[in-house]
């Protein structure tokens, strides 16, 4: 079935510098790829997503980059802010359906002021 | 609209009691998960149902059950409670059919099982 290994496991930028976040996925048949970012406390919520069929997305201050051919997928996160600090999680569909998500283990990201 | 709500917020229990999770979702969404979030692991789906009367096995079944008996609703069992079934509680609900694979997550149970 299903991996998504998600690196690193902690990360910490000063304020302004910018963020990344890696993941390896195991089903080349995978075509979906969420990002959701978790504050201390509160619900998983999505930031970004990404298809199989594009290369880069960006919404403001974050990007996804998919690179099918190595099956990795990124997260970019540029001129961190303190409300950024919090866990992230990338995801994958596996093969068997287009609906359940497989999860990264999670990044725990600190923004210093 | 309330998005996702999950019954109870926490819960101790002994070993070997039982209990049940509640999700209710007022999104008119089709597919509803249950996941379990444990330190250094992430997210990881326990069952799935995919329409009302329907439920599936996800990663992590063994020890839960669940029923789907209204579409707004997911409910998660705990026949026998375990140590390992400490755990924060994760119910989401997702509506493919209207155009979006995003999960709309509910704000967890924190269970604790002595």
């Known amino acids: 079935g299903e991996n998504v290994e998600q690196h690193p496991s902690t990360l910490s930028v000063q304020e302004g510098d910018s963020a990344v976040i890696k993941c390896t996925y195991s089903?080349?048949?995978?075509?979906?790829f969420p990002w959701y970012k978790q504050e201390l406390g509160k619900r998983p919520q999505l930031i970004i997503d990404?298809?199989?069929?594009?290369g880069e997305k960006k919404d403001q201050r974050i990007a996804v980059t998919l690179n099918k051919t190595a099956k990795h997928f990124s997260l970019h996160i540029t001129e961190t802010q303190p409300e950024d600090s919090a866990v992230y999680f990338c995801a994958a569909t596996p093969m068997d359906s287009s609906y359940k998500l497989i999860f990264g283990s999670g990044t725990r990201l600190l923004v210093r002021p | 609209n309330a998005g996702v709500t999950q019954t109870p917020k926490f819960r101790v229990l002994k070993t070997g009691q039982s209990m049940t999770l509640l999700c209710a979702q007022d999104m008119n969404h089709e597919y509803m998960y249950w996941y379990r979030q444990d330190p250094g692991m992430g997210l990881r789906l326990i069952h799935y149902s995919v329409g009302e009367g329907t439920t599936a096995k996800g990663e992590v079944p063994d020890g839960y059950n669940v029923s789907r008996l209204k579409k707004q609703n997911f409910l998660l069992g705990l026949e026998s409670a375990a140590p390992s079934q400490t755990s924060v509680y994760f119910c989401?609900?997702?509506?493919?059919?209207?155009?979006?694979?995003?999960?709309?997550f509910g704000p967890g149970t924190r269970l604790t099982v002595l």
């Open positions: 089903d080349s048949a995978s075509n979906y």
């Open positions: 989401a609900s997702s509506s493919p059919g209207q155009g979006s694979d995003t999960q709309y």
């Open positions: 990404i298809r199989s069929n594009v």
